[in-house]
């Protein structure tokens, strides 16, 4: 090729072939070399400019890839793979609404492309933009039901617009796959207690507690609800828990001392607050 050159140096389909293999032979610096000198000549092939702008990006030359990547366009604007590399960059350097524009055309070229919608759905999330990121993580949940990170994002999305029962769905859903996921079980917590929920909330706690048995707080708060729904027996066990775990726990010991109170057991209501006072003088 390099001899063919010789002959015709102003030929930008050798320079094209030249680039290409260097390329594929691990030499970038040359392939670069070679695709500029195409592109000088003002070579008419979109795979060229989508070479090179790989090849600097792998170089961390950021504008000239984009350059590249936006010659490939003009050649062929429905070339997918360069909107993708495109909006791949502008994101990375927190041009979003660019990024969006360019995924959005990849998209329409290649709907079958879920991972391209997760990306999307977080640039609308991002933005604030509630409406649209639902619609994409939809979208992306087609092809995903099951994904852990996309439901626990769809859900928190819900939960901001007051959609409660949506949230749940995918709250649930995340929980069904990732049992220990305390934000999550914060989260439906969360929308129970606004829904006066008690029920759910206990089941919710119950299982909280027997997940990490040796956290005194989860004992702890189901007794809350235990004493709330007027069980007392079950709260007390739940308080008695706690301290087992923590004698100094002061909540469980001021707890507790509340509900000797409540139940008529005033000497071991003394002495309950009285190790709540000394657990916690405050």
Do not use: C, W
Not at 222 to 237: C, Q, R, V
Not at 256 to 270: D, F, H
């Amino acid at each position: 090729i390099k001899t063919a050159i010789k002959k015709n140096p102003a030929s930008a389909s050798l320079y094209e072939k030249l680039g290409n293999l260097y390329r594929s032979g691990g030499k970038d610096t040359e392939a670069i070399t070679a695709y500029k000198e195409a592109a000088h000549l003002n070579s008419t092939s979109h795979e060229v400019y989508l070479n090179l702008g790989i090849l600097l990006e792998k170089r961390s030359l950021l504008d000239e890839a984009v350059v590249a990547y936006k010659q490939a366009l003009r050649i062929k604007p429905d070339y997918a793979d360069a909107h993708l590399r495109l909006a791949d960059v502008r994101n990375s350097r927190g041009l979003h609404q660019e990024a969006v524009t360019h995924y959005s055309e990849f998209l329409k070229l290649k709907p079958d492309s879920p991972d391209i919608q997760l990306k999307l759905a977080r640039i609308f999330a991002r933005n604030k933009e509630n409406g649209l990121a639902i619609d994409a993580y939809i979208a992306f949940l087609k092809h995903a039901p099951d994904n852990v990170d996309a439901n626990r994002e769809i859900a928190a999305l819900y939960r901001a617009k007051g959609d409660n029962d949506k949230a749940v769905e995918h709250y649930t859903k995340v929980l069904a796959k990732q049992k220990d996921d305390m934000d999550t079980r914060n989260a439906l917590v969360s929308i129970y207690v606004k829904n006066k929920q008690y029920d759910e909330i206990t089941v919710l706690l119950k299982g909280t507690a027997e997940l990490f048995p040796d956290d005194p707080n989860n004992h702890y708060k189901l007794g809350l609800i235990y004493e709330f729904k007027k069980d007392y027996e079950n709260a007390i066990t739940s308080y008695k828990k706690a301290i087992e775990m923590k004698a100094d726990h002061a909540r469980s010991l001021n707890a507790l001392g509340r509900l000797y109170m409540k139940t008529g057991r005033i000497n071991e209501a003394k002495e309950m607050l009285e190790a709540a006072k000394k657990a916690d003088p405050t």
